[in-house]
Every structure is written in C-alpha cells, then in structure tokens.
T-cell receptor, first 115, second 113 residues
Framework: NAGVTQTPKFRILKIGQSMTLQCTQD?????MYWYRQDPGMGLKLIYY???????DKGEVPNGYNVSRSTTEDFPLRLELAAPSQTSVYFC??????????????FGEGSWLTVV | KQEVTQIPAALSVPEGENLVLNCSFT??????LQWFRQDPGKGLTSLLL?????REQTSGRLNASLDKSSGRSTLYIAASQPGDSATYLC????????????FGTGTKLQVIP
C-alpha cells in the first residue's frame, strides 16, 4: 500500500519559471490537501479538494493552482515562481467520517527552492 | 482567530524518562485533535486521533488526552527511547469543515541515550 506519493522530492526553480508538483493516493480518499511548511511556522493549507472535480482555496492560495480530475490525483501548479515560494510542500489525503474522525495521511514532501 | 500553540519548542530528556508534550487551542468547537510525528526530511505520520466526544486515546507507549473546555491536549510518552527523537505536532480540526485543520509549530524532542 503506497499511501500518498508526491514527486519530485527536490527541485530548484528560477524566478518566473513554472512547474507542477504531482500527488497521487491509492486509499480512495475523497479529501486531498496541499500544505506548505516554512521553518518555525505551522503547516499552511494552500488548496484542498473534497472530491473529483471540486477544489477550493485554503489559507495561502496566491501563486498556485490545482485540479482534481480523478479521485487519485491532485497536482499543484506553481505559476511564475517567486522566492517566497521556497518551501517544503506536502500533499495529504483523508476520508472524514463521524465515526472514523479525519485521520490525515501525508506524503514524504517536496523541497522546492526558487532562485 | 483559531490558533494552536505548542510549548516548549524543544525538549531534551534522558532515555527512560516519562514525558508530556503540551498543545493548547483557542476554540473549543472542534471535530477532533490529532498528534503527528515528523522525522527530519520526512512527512508527518499520524500517531493518535481523539474525537471531540473522547477524553483520551492510547497506542502502545503513547497516551493522548483532550480537555476541550480548557483548550488543552497532552501527549504522554512512557519510557522514552532514542528512537522517539522527532518533532511532534498537534493538529486541531476546528468545526466548520474537515479542511479546517490548524497545526501547531511542534515540539522537537531529543531523547539522549
């Protein structure tokens, strides 16, 4: 069981370039999330999705875009990279329910540096 | 504003010691609270989830408690081992949507052999 898989693990971008972080999960979870983690800060929600075809902004969406064409995949697009987007990005998924709670499963992270 | 605070930011203990990590939150209207472990260069691994209606959860040497009225949770680690060294994060799912999860900044634990 692979869980949540995200690629690439490391990437260096030049200012103004664009790229896509890939995320896929094999647990048939309906909720998927993208977070960024900066040193000394808690994780911040960028975008989330409650199911295929449905996405919504989180706390820090500016400069990012997402799509959710399938249950499994939730790519994060960075347009016109800026130094402020240097961070560690985590994809996560969950299957919320009243009896099961909302255990969140995380990928291993993608380290992005914008120079 | 819904906030989650973890104090201290870092903690160093000798092997074998029992220890308590603290988490406080500003709003008692929550769905659940989750404790995670994060190793350097890795993602977060869920340790325990406490539903709003529960007072505590246990898994092996770990015990997490929840007191909604005071806005506090503790993670108790018994007989600490060097392998427990990691950063422990608390995450609170505030009411209003399952996406409304606020993370603390974590407590970095070092267990000294």
């Amino acid at each position: 069981n692979a869980g949540v898989t995200q690629t690439p693990k490391f990437r260096i971008l030049k200012i103004g370039q664009s790229m896509t972080l890939q995320c896929t999960q094999d647990m048939n979870h309906n909720y998927m999330y993208w977070y960024r983690q900066d040193p000394g800060m808690g994780l911040k929600l960028i975008y989330y999705s409650v199911g295929a075809g449905i996405t919504d902004k989180g706390e820090v969406p500016n400069g990012y875009n997402v799509s959710r064409s399938t249950t499994e995949d939730f790519p994060l697009r960075l347009e016109l990279a800026a130094p402020s987007q240097t961070s560690v990005y985590f994809c996560a998924s969950s299957f919320p329910g009243q009896s099961s709670g909302n255990t969140i499963y995380f990928g291993e992270g993608s380290w992005l540096t914008v120079v | 504003k819904q906030e989650v605070t973890q104090i201290p930011a870092a903690l160093s203990v000798p092997e074998g010691e029992n220890l308590v990590l603290n988490c406080s939150f500003t709003d008692s209207a929550i769905y659940n609270l989750q404790w995670f472990r994060q190793d350097p260069g890795k993602g977060l691994t869920s340790l325990l989830l406490i539903q709003s209606s529960q007072r505590e959860q246990t898994s092996g040497r770990l015990n997490a408690s929840l007191d909604k009225s005071s806005g506090r949770s503790t993670l108790y680690i018994a007989a600490s081992q060097p392998g427990d060294s990691a950063t422990y994060l608390c995450a609170v799912n505030f009411s209003g949507g399952y996406q409304k999860v606020t993370f603390g900044t974590g407590t970095k634990l070092q267990v000294i052999p």
